[in-house]
């Protein structure tokens, strides 16, 4: 593979733009190397500067679950581009997905639609803190809601004290009502809810985190979560900006049998374009201005492009009972591919799956939360990237992401992709 232009064109834009992208992650900073410039992309390939092309795993880190240039949202967009792209004033198209939305999630009565994930799960936190006037939130390691404040915090010094800021910027005021927790791990919330009784708003969790690699839930952790909330009178918050729409049409709650008080969504409900949104209860919900007081607000919200786009996605996913079983058993093949590339190796590997995400990481340790998810053999996984990457595949620049598959993936793609492992793993 060449990277000429691409290097080029990464070079201009370090001249222009912090570190020559606009969200951190593109930059391979953690895998190493000159990212890759797209120029365009159909189905489940990339096209590259260089003239290269690509079987794509991460679908735009999640939204392009039935590939890229989707034709109905294509179509969708192109249409609604031609009566003016956003008004500031009410349109009937967003009661048309908000509907749907909300047809598809169970549990929810309510949503109210923003620009992105991270608007959603800070509007989420403030939303839970005003309905229960309680300041304190609790999130886990390693689990990722955006680059609010509230949330970019680490683990404090000792096991299980509130969190100190992890980037310069969030000040010590804010990081004192963030607790944290490790994933899977129910005593230590239970810790906190009897350190701080009657002072926290929420949980908020990713039903299956996707940002340390992909980690199911433990049998009994969120039914346990569940039940500390409703001893406790606070609210649990599902973080379904990756789980909503893709592992199922109602996401986790509809998976894995949970019922969260608030779930927040964005990538796949915006079909590509900027779209975030939470949903909850109307008991909920009336606490949100303009009915009640807590301020939340937006110029684009609910932009009548982006709500064309995401409504042509979410139509196309909630007319297709199969698109979910599709997903299931091309990510179920790679899993296959991969253990039997693998097997026999002196290679110690883990496969973390749930529906269509999926991550690879070389340890021997069981990765359950963020700790033994660090324990990673980042190396071997740099080489693995850079390896698969000039065979072709493109997986996501990180060992701590899950992998995103897309309903256009062909099981040709899925054979080329491991036998493209095949060729790599003699090198891991
Ligand atoms: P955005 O603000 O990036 O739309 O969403 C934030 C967010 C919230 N919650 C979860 C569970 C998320 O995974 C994300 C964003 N995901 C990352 C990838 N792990 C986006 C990629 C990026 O940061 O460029």
New binding site residues.
Partial sequence: MRYQRSSELFKAAQEVIPGGVN????AFKSVGGTPIFVEKAKGAYLYDADGNSFIDYIAS??PMILGHAFAPVIEAVKSRAELGTSFGMPTALETEIATLALDMVPNMEKIRFVN??????MSAIRLARGATKREKIIKFKG?????SDAFLIQAGSGAMTFGSPSSPGVTAGTAKDTLLAAYNKLEEVKALFHEYPDEIAAIII?PV???MGCIPPAEGFLEGLRSLCDQHQSLLIF?????GFRLAKGGAQELLGIRADIV?F??VIGGGL?V?AFAAKRSIMKHLAPEGPVYQAGTLSGNPLAMAAGLAMLQALNGDQKIYDRLEAKTERIEIGFREVLEGRDIPFQINRLGSMISLHFTEHAVVDFETAAFGNNPRFNSYFHGMLNEGIYL?P?AF??YFLNDALSYEDIDKTIGAFEKVAANL
Avoid: L
Wanted: hydrophobic share 15%.
């Fill in positions: 969200s951190p992650v593109r880190w999640g992105s994930g991270t608007e959603a799960c689990c990722y809601h955006g680059h990713e985190a996707g940002n973080d379904e900006v990756m789980t927040t964005g990538k900027p975030g996501p990180s992401e899950s």
